[in-house]
């Protein structure tokens, strides 16, 4: 058999004279000056010095970037270029031109001969690919130490025949023109680009991953040391990534010897191939899903050929790579031989470097032919044959700077990213960044604090909501004690080193404005606090009022002008709300900071009550004593009563206890045949179920963003949530929010023997006043809910008119444009929006498909996915106190598997919002990478009273389903105990509110 994917040198000789005269062999790309980088991009010339210095590169071709001007010049309108679009990046005029150019591009035929050639090259080369071409961009500006449009333009795989590789010609071309890659260019100074396409054989993937010879900038630290490279690797191709979600093994490898010094093996539950008819998922066999994706002797390979890469001080270098090998989605021939294959649910398709086809446009997975011959793949290759091939090597480097930022600005999305994780649709984006920066703004001016006219508080990281850490805490080292250590303690995400860092940067802040204002600034915050209860209940009534009228207005009825003052009106009652609740978080700041210091001069007498009493120390040397006394705080505060964030899940807890009385209710539910109440048969069970979602119906899992169906709309997670409830004994809610109120009477109780009658007075008012602001920030982020609910009502109204105009719009085509460009359309009568609807469809299907940045990372969003710790215990912050055992459910992002959970089992997961907080009352304990102890989610399971550890980096790669855990939440420790084992069976017989699955070792508070 001939090999699929040799070298292209050994064979150019023999392209067909019309392949010759449009596409040039990869191996001469950048050899002379008319297969310069200028001519073939630095993609194309990178292989081509590839090939020629021997390394191993698939066969391939590259298509001169002139055609892609001559198209432009001869197909778009004047002034529809790549140079005047990148100088109009981030405009409204440049958006509809760029959106008008790429509908262009993909509608137009390529020449004539060119489709000839492309033609029959397929004939030539489609015995020898039977995962037939990857189609790939090659730009002008790409892969150089200044610029690298990794992630920004398109590559699709898997293409055959001549008509998908037309296709597929113009996908990439029509790429460079998304929004993301003109900003980028424009940032970093490119004036003029084209874009050449390299086309190569793809190689039958058992493997595949991305290799990083050393940390970019500022990613040094604990979980990547300047000595090691990093491997990401996954099974086949990669898989299709829900909300930038990767689950990837990861490796760290020493740079000396090749010795593998941590790696954390994913479970790899299905592939990405190409089948017969394109890209196509493949489960994978139970015995090769838990081993690694590399074997031994690829992993070998890999090495050998980054220490050939980085020969003469060269790089360093972020590599894509393949393994040839079987079809992973069989079992394998000889899993020590060959390496076992690895995650395919969630990292990008590291063969490609870039997700497919993410441009809104028929992918090769939508129905592409198979070979012209109707062949079935050739057998794969024996162990002896299995060979590491190069896709393609370029600098480290991030994207661009976020907007707002430089080199040296920290982001982060700690905690902003449990209100919106994963990427936002353009119309949520907008929605949230005018609010929340206006919010901001407000909030700081209450203080006194002046924000600077140009800083940018937030910012959009391939579709993820940032916070501009260095602004926002320049801004607030104006107020004495608001100081990076005493913030991120409860917002969670910055290391110590992030920490001093930020406090460098704001050490010089005057707080001379602060000072001179504080006598008119002071008097009326503190009047303001005053009267926030008050504010909230006026407000209350306001927003009741318009959300009885929106309910009442029948919107098909009115005219365009008519349903864009509706949207006007309902966004300025969000913003509205959403600053009404920054207030109350700020009183709620200051008054959890006033407590805390407050308990910092009665800490060394508790510390001594503890010791007294046998229990841990308070300066406890798992966390800081800092650290300790804002735990304690948090427990003191706990108990609020009357938490809306709690409501959803007690009154779930409520529904539970009547469907456990009905066994038909039961039986029905159990057996999955329940898809909403009127499933159910009459009686309390039902209407209680009915009264739930009329009560909480605007409520999601994921409710920031706007496009995810509220409860009312699909009520099959609220289901899936009440299954998952019935498996355990019935529980008691209501002993579940006295155990918080006792945890808090304990301590109190405490510290009573300890200080003055006159220091317990002082504590007690402060945790009252605590506990009344937690109260009321709670309640307007109910509000905030609500009011999303109400706009996406209106948006949904809006899509049906834009569908009408334009009938080839997909449903849901509203959320891809901005609320902007939504009340211009409507206001002016023209709702001609679809060619902006694909480009923002296209970009968001790219954003969507990357993996997260990482949480907090310091000027560009680094190109890795970054290895969990290593080791037996995660360490985090601790967000509600108590020590239990039980075993691990990982909450897969996007659409987790919720009846799932087992009664007693520790819920895992990268971030939980209120949508998901009635399965604490399910669960033993909670585990986030995201979110901080002030965080909505950490309120709630204070509230339950169960143990939670958030911000525990990497911990849903580290930690696997089935794996024996103990959480304490006391000092925000995460051990494992035991090797993984089955998760429970759903026999609806465990015992106790916490199961079988799991052991509460303590109830000990603080």
């Not at 210095?53 to 071709?61: E, K």
């Not at 009560?695 to 699909?714: C, I, K, N």
């Not at 709702?831 to 296209?842: F, I, P, Q, S, T």
């Not at 950490?938 to 849903?956: M, Q």
Request: with cysteine; charged share 25%.
């Amino acid at each position: 058999m001939a090999d699929p994917t040799r070298i292209a040198r050994a064979d150019s000789a023999t392209d067909p004279p019309s392949v010759r005269e449009w596409l040039k062999p990869l191996e001469s790309a950048g050899q002379r000056r008319s297969t310069s980088a200028k001519r073939v991009g630095g993609k194309a010339a990178s292989l081509g010095r590839l090939l020629r210095d021997g390394f191993p590169v698939p066969r391939g071709w590259v298509l001169d970037a002139r055609c892609f001007t001559e198209l432009v010049d001869r197909q778009l309108p004047r002034g529809h270029d790549l140079a005047t679009l990148i100088r109009l990046s981030g405009t409204k005029v440049g958006v509809d031109r760029a959106a008008r150019a790429r509908d262009r591009i993909l509608s137009e035929p390529l020449p004539e001969t060119l489709s000839a050639a492309l033609g029959a090259l397929w004939q030539a080369v489609a015995p020898e690919a039977p995962w037939g071409l990857a189609v790939r961009s090659s730009a002008t500006c790409e892969d150089s130490d200044e610029t690298s449009m990794a992630g920004l333009a398109t590559s699709v795989l898997g293409v055959r025949g001549d008509a998908e590789l037309d296709a597929a010609i113009r996908q990439v071309w029509a790429s460079a023109f998304l929004p993301r890659a003109l900003a980028y260019l424009a940032h970093a100074g490119v004036r003029d680009a084209a874009m050449a396409v390299v086309l190569q054989v793809m190689v039958r993937a058992e493997a595949a991953g991305v290799l990083f010879t050393a940390p970019p900038p500022g990613l040094e630290g604990e979980h990547w040391r300047a000595g090691e490279r990093l491997v990401n690797a996954t099974l086949g191709l990669g898989a299709p990534v829900v909300d930038g979600a990767v689950a990837a093994d990861t490796l760290r490898v020493a740079r000396d010897g090749g010795r593998v010094v941590a790696s954390a093996v994913a479970q790899k539950r299905r592939a990405l191939v190409v089948g017969a008819t394109g890209l196509e998922e493949v489960p994978v066999p139970a015995a090769r899903a838990e081993q690694p994706a590399l074997g031994e002797a690829a992993l070998r390979q890999l090495v050998e050929l980054a220490e050939r890469l980085e020969q003469g001080g060269k790089g360093p270098f972020d590599v894509e790579f393949a393994v040839e090998g079987e079809d992973p989605g069989r079992p394998p021939a000889d899993a020590a031989a060959d390496g076992s294959p690895s995650p395919a649910d969630g990292s990008p398709s590291p063969a490609d470097g870039s997700p497919s086809p993410a441009d809104g446009s028929p992918s090769p997975a939508d129905g592409s032919p198979s070979p012209a011959d109707g062949s079935s793949p050739p057998a794969a290759p024996s162990p002896e044959a299995r060979r590491v091939w190069l896709l393609q090597v370029r600098p480290v480097s991030g994207g661009g700077f976020p907007e707002g930022g430089g080199a040296d600005t920290i982001w982060s999305r700690a905690n902003v990213g449990e209100a919106l994780p994963g990427a936002a649709t353009p119309l949520t984006w907008s929605v949230a960044r005018a609010f929340s920066d206006r919010g901001f703004r407000e909030a700081f001016a209450a203080l006194g604090c002046r924000a600077p006219r140009g800083a940018r508080l937030v910012a959009n990281v391939y579709g993820r909501f940032y916070l501009n850490l260095t602004a926002f805490m320049q801004i607030a080292a104006q107020v004495p004690g608001l100081s990076p250590r005493a913030l991120l303690g409860m917002s969670g995400g910055a290391s110590e080193q992030l920490i001093a860092r930020l406090a460098q940067q704001s050490a010089g802040v005057s707080r001379r404005r602060f000072y001179a204002r504080l006598p008119l600034t002071g008097p009326r915050l503190l009047l303001r606090h005053a009267r926030l209860e008050r504010e909230v209940s006026a407000y209350e009534g306001e927003a009741l009022w318009a959300q009885r009228a929106l309910s009442e207005l029948d919107m098909t009825l009115l005219p365009d002008d008519a349903i864009g003052t509706t949207l006007r009106s309902v966004f300025l009652l969000l913003e509205r709300t959403g600053t009404l609740m920054l207030h109350c978080a700020s009183a709620s700041l200051a008054s959890h900071l006033a407590l805390c210091r407050a308990l910092e001069r009665v800490a060394g007498r508790r510390a001594s009550a503890r010791s007294a009493s046998g229990e841990a120390p308070f300066d406890d040397p798992a966390g800081r004593a800092e650290t300790n006394v804002e735990h304690l705080a948090q427990v003191l505060a706990g108990g609020v009563r009357e938490l809306d964030s709690a409501g959803p899940g007690i009154e779930l807890a409520r529904v539970a206890e009547l469907v456990m009385l009905d066994r038909a209710s039961r039986e029905r539910l159990l057996a999955g045949e329940v898809r909403g109440p009127r499933d159910l048969p009459e009686g309390p069970a039902r209407d209680a179920l009915a009264r739930f979602l009329d009560a909480h119906g605007d409520r999601a899992v994921r409710e920031a963003e706007l496009a995810t169906p509220r409860w009312r709309e699909d009520p099959a997670p609220v289901i899936a949530m009440l299954t998952a409830s019935l498996r355990g004994a019935p529980g008691d809610p209501e002993r579940a929010l006295a155990r918080a109120r006792a945890l808090a009477d304990r301590e109190m109780a405490m510290l009573e023997t300890r200080i003055s009658r006159v220091e317990l007075a002082l504590l007690r008012a402060l945790v009252g006043r605590a506990q009344r602001y937690v109260r009321l920030r709670e309640r307007m982020r109910t509000w905030v809910a609500r009011v999303l609910g109400m706009l996406r009502k209106v948006a949904l109204d809006i899509d049906r008119r834009l569908r009408r105009i334009e009938p080839s719009l997909l449903p849901g085509s509203v959320f891809f444009c901005t609320y902007e460009e939504l009340v211009t359309a409507l206001s002016s009568g023209r709702a001609d929006v679809g060619h902006v609807v694909r480009l923002r469809r296209a970009e968001h299907l790219r954003d969507a498909a990357r993996p997260d940045p990482p949480a907090t990372f310091i000027g560009r969003p680094p190109p890795v996915v970054l290895p969990p710790a290593s080791g037996v215990r995660l360490l985090g912050l601790p967000a509600s106190p108590g020590v239990v055992e039980g075993r691990a459910r990982v909450l897969e992002p996007g659409a987790p598997a919720l009846d799932a959970v087992e009664p007693g089992e520790v819920l895992v997961a990268r971030t939980t919002d209120v949508g998901l907080s009635p399965l604490f009352l399910v669960a033993a304990a909670v585990v986030t990478e995201l979110g901080g102890p002030m965080s909505h989610a950490s309120i709630v399971a204070r509230e339950y009273g169960i143990p939670a550890v958030v911000n525990v980096p990497g911990v849903t790669l580290a930690i696997k389903t089935g794996d024996r855990l103990r959480v304490d939440g006391d000092r925000g420790v995460v051990e494992r105990l035991d090797e993984r084992a089955a998760p429970p069976s759903s026999n609806g017989a465990a015992g106790g509110a916490l199961g079988d699955g799991a052991a509460r070792l303590a109830a000990r508070p603080g």
